[in-house]
């Protein structure tokens, strides 16, 4: 019997319990000549173990004796990270919560609350004073699901790469973009409209093509009405991929005929002004940008809104409260994907001004 027992022992791992701190702790203990043994027991389970070889000078003392040193050291021991400090369980010093407490919440809450820090920061913070299971999941996922960091702090991972601003051009009809505006009501046989637009003068031209449109009719349709009036242009930016010959411009000292030549100059003078002008225009964009997104007590993003439709790969239309006097559709480099559970009704869009949010008075 005694060795089926001490099979069963040697062979099979204890399954140590959690301890409930709710309910009673028995200290079972035992001690030989040469070493004794304390298991911590609740409800017949055992919680912890402890053993030790009795010091050699321990040996001489009576039985009950080397029990209790035992006992001592293994209260030391075993209970060593785990108190009761003022009725609650502390666990190494800090506070432990049971994860099913209510109060679990409220704690992340008001950690995290108090000056909205990142999930590194907010894990450090709540570290110093508590000990619950789980610690890291459950701030990873009350910092991803915060309505005011996501409001208030940028995306690091979203690549900013579409939206940066092409470089100023140097003339007209050098860089251009074209677009084709397609699906429309058709009229005399046409129903796409093939926009060219020139970056530096902003002058656009419309030009109508039938459906279906080839590389040639869009080619043909392109030199009679591009080329024809304002030569190759350098570069050609669009969403589909299109290759570009070089263009020829005026150079200082090409013509001998002299009113020409002072009619080119004066030309060049002044696309040098505007070249100026809107390079100043882009600088001040980006210059104002950052300063109303970083500004610490101002939302980047505002919403949460619904996605209502996807227009294409990077546009979307969004459902903006009734009544809001801004366009919908949104390219999705400026959005964000909004985390945890949207409000029952949208959130109403603060004063905007020509598509941006007006600064609110300091
Ligand atoms: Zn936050």
């Not at 004796?65 to 400090?85: D, N, Y």
Request: overall charge neutral; aromatic content about 8%.
């Amino acid at each position: 019997m005694a060795f089926t027992g001490l099979k069963t022992a040697v062979t099979s791992a204890p399954v140590l319990a959690m301890p409930d701190f709710a309910k009673l702790f028995t200290v079972e203990c035992d001690a030989s000549m040469f070493g004794f043994g304390v298991i911590l027991v609740q409800e017949g389970h055992p919680v912890a173990f402890f053993s030790r070889p009795v010091a050699p000078p321990h040996r001489s003392l009576a039985t009950y004796e080397r029990e209790l040193i035992g006992l001592v050291q293994a209260a030391s021991t075993c209970t060593a990270p785990w108190a009761l400090v003022d009725g609650m369980v502390a666990f190494d010093g800090r506070l432990y919560i049971p994860p099913a407490s209510p109060l679990l919440q409220e704690i992340l809450a008001a950690i995290h609350n108090d000056g909205h820090e990142g999930i590194h920061r907010t894990l450090h913070r709540l570290w110093q004073d508590f000990h619950f299971p789980n610690m890291r999941h459950l701030v990873q996922d009350f910092v991803k699901a915060c309505v005011t960091c996501q409001q208030y702090k940028s995306d690091h991972l979203r690549s900013a790469g579409l939206l940066q601003p092409l470089p100023v051009p140097s003339a007209v009809w050098v860089d251009i973009g074209i677009d084709f505006i397609e699906a429309l009501p058709r009229v005399q046989g046409k129903t796409i409209i093939l926009s060219v637009m020139d970056h530096f003068s902003k002058y656009c031209h419309f030009i109508p093509l039938a459906h279906p449109y080839t590389a040639e009719s869009v080619a043909h349709a392109f030199f009679a009405n591009i080329i024809r009036l304002h030569g190759v242009p350098q570069s050609i930016v669009s969403d589909r991929d299109l290759d570009s010959p070089t263009i020829r411009s005026y150079e200082p000292g090409e013509t001998r005929v002299a009113t020409v030549a002072q009619e080119m100059e004066e030309r060049a003078a002044f696309l040098n002004d505007i070249r100026y002008r809107l390079e100043q225009a882009q600088q001040r964009a980006a210059a104002s940008l950052p300063r109303s997104a970083i500004g610490k007590l101002k939302p980047r993003y505002i919403g949460p809104y619904q996605v209502a439709e996807l227009i294409n790969e990077v546009a979307v239309q969004l459902q903006l409260p009734p009544g809001a006097r801004l366009h919908d559709v949104f390219h999705i480099g400026v959005l964000k994907k909004f985390v945890s559970t949207p409000p029952a009704v949208p959130l109403l869009l603060p004063p905007l001004l020509h598509g941006a949010v007006v600064p609110a008075p300091a």
